[in-house]
């Protein structure tokens, strides 16, 4: 028993702007959202892969968790569409004016990874995209972003121009999103994070200004242990 | 009371301008600008009006250590307030805590407090309510689990800490300092809050104002001598922070935000230098030292700091007076009870929107982003750091804290 004078419960009756304690905007992170299917993420492990290569300047795009960001993405409001206008008719459009397919974006994923699939069987000899020498899947590549790829009910272009996109995003994200993992895109361009106060760096004098990199949940310097 | 049929002010002056002998006494302006103004200094529309109802309707929840109960009407209604109570009935609520049944009142009705208050004064109080409009409202059914229990538990505690009696000046001290402590002990009930209870919910040493905790708020303390807590606090400080909710020190947000929105902000100067005066004149102990954090945590705690308080409390903890608190030195930081500091963490706060400064500021929630062991480094790192020495939080403090809010 603490104490027998008491204030009141609700604690909100103040003017003034509207204002909740404990009530936040969060960032919808999707974590345990998925959409695509091991043979899937194989596929697009390899064509991510390609587009960000494991170098001798750091980890690529499969090992930054790039295709669980995607994932995610997919199976989330990005992946139904849910934000674009899906109707009918479906022209071709000029390149302006954005994303033009029938397809939403999960959709067009899982019948341009298929067909892919179904292409590179069908012409390497019953292989997979993601068991092709390293130089086939980069021509592929090529192909698809140049529009010189037919793959059957699909725009191998419209696709290419989604996961090179999508990629991208996924290796320069928060962590919290599934990519960018231990902030590995970050590190390679210097980026410090999501931070909002550089007032003590002001007068660095023109050094450079090397900050460990910060996500919106944190990094290793938050750990207590 | 005669004739209750006066329902407003000026209502009542015309009355009284057709028959000035038989009502003046009781309805003059200056009788009823007194009871408004005492009104004021007791705080009692805070706690007697639902959230965005009339006022003084009552109905309110308040959250006492026995369960829910709730405010009632006190417009002068016949059925649901007042209407019915005599001058006398009035003040043996106010001044004995006891119910015009008869029944014993709980001291979550701060009567412990307005008992130092004159009959002169709580009788001004009666006539001024009963000029408000009347609002027919009953109030919900107390949710308290034994509650005949309860009534009788309050009347054994009644007889053994409740002190009832008018305020006593001290011829020793002057006018001004009497008026303070007046105001202080009795009508603000200041130490209701700001001063540590017994088990038994009375105040420890009778309104010590040494800190104390109340419905997860802890109130720091708030003697402003020696070694007091507003030791650093000038007297033109602690006037400007109950007139305007902000200070160089610190700004309100918690059950401290409605003391300042609908009593002290309304307070005429005088009465807030007194209490100025009257603050400033308690010294107290020096403060133990409590053992240093340790290293691992204050590193941590520092990183989460630099990553997410500094930029609006600057890293070096100066923070930006009167729009974001300095935490170096704030009183609320180096409280030893750190559930004031643990809370704003976890849910954020709001600086109290007064007719001073009627643009609050906001400090965002970190309690979805935070876990319990790093907000008790962070906590613990803006305790122990600058000239701040407060001791470790744990990650369990944390914990239980968050469980109790959820509730």
Redesign the interface.
């Known amino acids: 028993?603490?104490?027998?004078?008491?204030?009141?419960?609700?604690?909100?009756?103040?003017?003034?702007?509207p204002?909740s304690?404990?009530?936040?905007s969060?960032p919808q992170s999707l974590v345990g959202q998925h959409f695509l299917t091991a043979a899937e993420k194989h596929c697009l492990d390899a064509l991510t892969g390609r587009l960000i290569p494991s170098d001798e300047y750091g980890p690529g795009a499969p090992e930054a968790g790039v295709t669980t960001f995607i994932d995610r993405q997919l199976a989330g409001f990005f992946g139904r569409g849910d934000r674009w206008y899906m109707q009918a008719p479906f022209r071709d459009g000029i390149p302006g004016q954005g994303y033009q397919s029938e397809h939403a974006p999960a959709q067009l994923y899982r019948r341009a990874l298929a067909s892919l699939d179904a292409f590179c069987r069908a012409t390497f000899g019953g292989r997979l995209y993601a068991e092709l020498e390293t130089e086939a899947q980069d021509e592929l590549l090529r192909q698809m972003e140049a529009g010189d790829l037919s793959l059957e009910g699909v725009s191998a272009e419209t696709f290419f121009g989604l996961l090179w996109e999508n990629t991208i995003e996924g290796f320069f994200c928060d962590p919290l999103y599934g990519g960018n993992r231990d902030m590995v895109g970050w590190k390679l361009v210097g980026f410090p994070g999501a931070?909002?106060?550089y007032?003590?760096v002001l007068d660095h004098n023109g050094a450079p200004v090397r900050l460990e990199p910060?996500g919106?949940?944190?990094g290793p310097?938050?750990?207590?242990? | 009371m005669r004739g209750f049929g006066i329902t407003s002010v000026i209502l009542a002056a015309a009355t009284v301008a057709a028959s000035p002998a038989t009502l003046a006494q009781d309805t003059s302006f200056a009788q009823l600008e007194r009871g408004r103004y005492g009104v004021i200094t007791g705080n009692c529309q805070a706690c007697h009006t639902a959230r965005g109802e009339e006022p003084f309707a009552g109905a309110r929840p308040m959250e006492t250590p026995f369960g829910v109960i709730y405010t009632p009407n006190i417009t002068f209604e016949r059925e649901t307030g007042l209407g019915q109570w005599t001058r006398e009935d009035f003040w043996q609520a106010m001044h004995n805590g006891r119910s015009r049944d008869g029944s014993q009142l709980y001291p979550a009705f701060p009567y412990p407090h307005f008992t130092r208050m004159p009959r002169e004064e709580v009788d001004a109080i009666y006539d001024y309510l009963s000029t408000l409009p009347q609002v027919k409202k009953e109030k919900p059914e107390n949710d308290l689990p034994f509650p005949l229990n309860i009534r009788l538990a309050v009347k054994g505690w009644n007889m053994l800490f409740f002190d009832p009696g008018p305020f006593e000046p001290d011829p020793g001290k002057s006018e001004a300092w009497n008026r303070g402590a007046y105001l202080v002990h009795g009508p603000g009930h200041c130490a209701g809050c700001h001063s540590e209870k017994n088990l038994l919910g009375a105040d420890k040493e009778s309104g010590d104002l040494r800190g104390g905790r109340l419905e997860h708020w802890s109130a720091p303390n708030i003697r402003g001598g020696e070694n007091g807590g507003l030791a650093d606090w000038s007297h033109e400080d602690i006037v400007e922070f109950l007139q305007t909710g902000r200070n160089r020190h610190s700004a309100a947000f918690s059950s401290m935000a409605e003391v300042i929105a609908y009593s002290t902000q309304h307070m005429c100067e005088k009465d807030l230098q007194a209490i100025a005066l009257y603050l400033k004149s308690l010294d107290d102990e020096p403060r133990d030292q409590p053992d240093a954090p340790d290293e691992a945590v204050m590193t941590a705690g520092q990183s989460i700091y630099a990553d997410n308080c500094s930029a609006c409390h600057t890293s070096d903890g100066s923070g930006v007076p009167r729009f974001f608190a300095p935490l170096a030195g704030s009183g609320k930081v180096r409280n030893p009870d750190a559930t004031t500091v643990i809370r704003v963490i976890l849910e954020g706060a709001r600086s109290v929107p007064t007719n001073a400064r009627p643009t609050p500021l906001s400090m965002p929630a970190f309690g979805w982003k935070l876990d319990d062991s790093q907000i008790a480094a962070v906590a613990t790192y803006i305790r122990n750091s600058w000239d701040n020495a407060s001791g470790a939080i744990s990650a369990g403090d944390v914990e239980a804290l968050r469980q109790q809010l959820a509730e």
């Open positions: 028993m603490g104490t027998m004078l008491a204030s009141p419960a609700f604690a909100r009756t103040i003017a003034g702007l204002w304690p404990a009530q936040t969060t931070r909002y106060d007032r003590d910060v919106l949940m944190g310097q938050w750990r207590v242990d």
